[in-house]
């Protein structure tokens, strides 16, 4: 008997020997993100490009061929520099007749003042008649008008001599050629096109539909797409009134808030457009797990390396993002993928951010 009950308690030890302790549970890798509230609409993101706010079609004063050239485009000119000459022959000879004029006529002067001053000493002494003393100091008069004629007539020929020389009147930057050497062109023919570099603006091209329904407090935030880094804020200037009429988009004109050195005239520009809104938060739609008709999501214990499900309202939903009412705090941080295969309290691990 006493051999028979040792048997069986050596069994009953077997027994709990042979039972395993159950497996800890995983730890899942989980992806996940940080909750952050909005207070800005996102009206949406648009191309331009940094242009001069003023800009003018300069052209010579005078017809003629052009016989030079001296600047190419993009080039920084100050004021007074050459851009382009006619050939001055005509003008040329057009001074040196005039000149001609007036030397004629000062010769023509210079007899008519001896003349009158003879007529008058004739007269002076009783000699002399009274209509051949008229007569000289009409004709002096006549040759003074003259001269005054002649020289106004050489300055005109001197100016036009200068117009065949096109320079600038304040520091451009040379954006355009609309004429060749060798190309005849009219009095007032757009040859080049100078762009002032002093005041810049932003240009884009704004949907017809968006341009008429902007808010008053609409933002615009320019950015240089080669470099992000160099940003600055903007105003609308003026929209275009109407639509081109291929694309459906009014140009719209924005006065940056600073300029920064990074834009230069011609540089690519990306503009977002945003408008203050209540706060709100706004997840990826994978984070969010429906459950009984509810929607939860799964918030992570940062110290514990936890997870627990967590009730929220939702205010909307898109294609691939919800819009949140309640249930979560800004700067929480919650699983953004692989909701459905958690538990509550099971240990995770946090492999990287989700991308917004």
Not at 5 to 20: F, P
Not at 118 to 146: I, M, P, W
Not at 255 to 278: D, M, N, Q, Y
Not at 310 to 328: E, F, M, N
């Amino acid at each position: 008997m006493k051999r028979l009950v040792m048997l069986l308690a050596a069994g009953v030890v077997l027994a709990a020997c042979s039972k395993k302790e159950p497996p800890p549970e995983p730890v899942r890798p989980v992806l996940s993100i940080e909750v952050r509230a909005y207070d800005q609409e996102n009206l949406g993101r648009f191309a331009g490009s940094i242009q001069a706010r003023f800009e003018s079609n300069t052209g010579f004063r005078v017809p003629g061929r052009i016989a030079s050239r001296n600047v190419d485009v993009g080039s920084e000119v100050e004021k007074g520099t050459l851009l382009a000459t006619l050939d001055p022959t005509d003008q040329q000879n057009q001074l040196r007749a005039s000149q001609g004029d007036l030397a004629k006529i000062e010769a023509q002067l210079i007899n008519a003042q001896a003349n009158a001053r003879r007529q008058q000493e004739l007269f002076n002494r009783g000699v002399g008649a009274q209509a051949q003393l008229d007569a000289a100091q009409t004709d002096l008069k006549t040759t003074q008008a003259s001269l005054d004629q002649a020289r106004a007539a050489v300055r005109q020929s001197q100016d036009q001599l200068a117009y065949t020389e096109l320079r600038t009147d304040h520091p451009a930057v040379v954006t355009a050629w609309n004429a060749e050497a060798g190309q005849v062109v009219t009095a007032g023919q757009q040859v080049v096109t100078l762009a002032r570099p002093d005041i810049k603006e932003a240009v884009i091209d704004l949907p017809a539909d968006l341009a008429e329904q902007l808010p008053a407090d609409v933002v615009f935030v320019v950015e240089a797409q080669l470099d992000p880094s160099t940003q600055t804020t903007a105003i609308i200037r003026e929209i275009e009134p109407q639509a081109q009429s291929a694309t459906r988009t009014r140009r719209a004109r924005l006065t940056l808030a600073e300029t920064p050195a990074g834009f230069r005239l011609g540089t690519a520009i990306s503009v977002t457009l945003s408008s203050a809104i209540k706060p709100r938060i706004e997840l990826p739609l994978a984070a969010v797990q429906d459950v009984d008709g509810k929607s939860r999501i799964w918030v992570i214990d940062p110290q514990n390396q936890t997870v627990s499900p967590r009730d929220i309202t939702l205010l909307g939903r898109g294609a691939d993002s919800v819009i949140l009412g309640g249930g979560v705090k800004n700067g929480e941080r919650v699983v953004s993928a692989g909701v459905n295969s958690l538990k509550p309290g099971q240990k995770i691990r946090i492999d990287e951010d989700s991308p917004r």
